[in-house]
């Protein structure tokens, strides 16, 4: 027995809407991708402003260390130059421990000058690696993001497409028919199932066995008693 033109219309119809949801789901991805990668690259300009701030900040602590060890050179050498002038005993031991002094002062300014650099390069790290993210992100915005967008312009020109299919086909089916399908669809995703062996193949419920029958004598088109979808009987699976 062949399927009833309406059945093959609804058939029609269901390919299409499927057809929809699949290219609903590719522009959604390709979209979401675009906008988690602008949303990545704000980030990371956020990320890198506070960076800068900070190696600003740390950059000034170094150059005060820096302009503190050649004070202190100064002051070294002016203490070396009394030592040598001075002849009275305590006068010399004075200014030798004062010397000691600062030169005691020099190696801690060193090792806080150290201790800095090895902060500014653990900055120039973190900025490296910000740089490295961006341009990766970058490639892909110009490189995958061009194949997103033209993934997505061909999912939207495949969709009015099948927009137009659609329309085509509500055109050739009874209009009580079309709206029981559209409000069956809004509420289950789908809206066409097959009464196989006994059984909706949708929701799986078995049939009433004369509501079966009638489907497989009459070659109707009815809803499923359980999920209200318009349903048609099938030879097989
Ligand atoms: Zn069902």
Redesign the pocket.
Known sequence: MSASPTIVLLQALAAVDDSIITLDATLASSDGRLKKIAGERTSIGTVRDSITARRTEETGKLRALDEDLRGLARQTEVARDRQFRVHKLADVQTAESEREDLLRLTRDKRVELEHQSTVLASISAEFEVLEERERVLDAELSGDGGRYASTAGEANTERTAKLGERQAIEAQLPVPLFRKYEQVRERRGNAL?RAFAGR?D??Q?ALPPTFFQKLRREGLVEQ?P??Q?L?YYAASA
């Open positions: 199932a909706c949708s929701c419920m499923c359980s999920c979808r349903i």
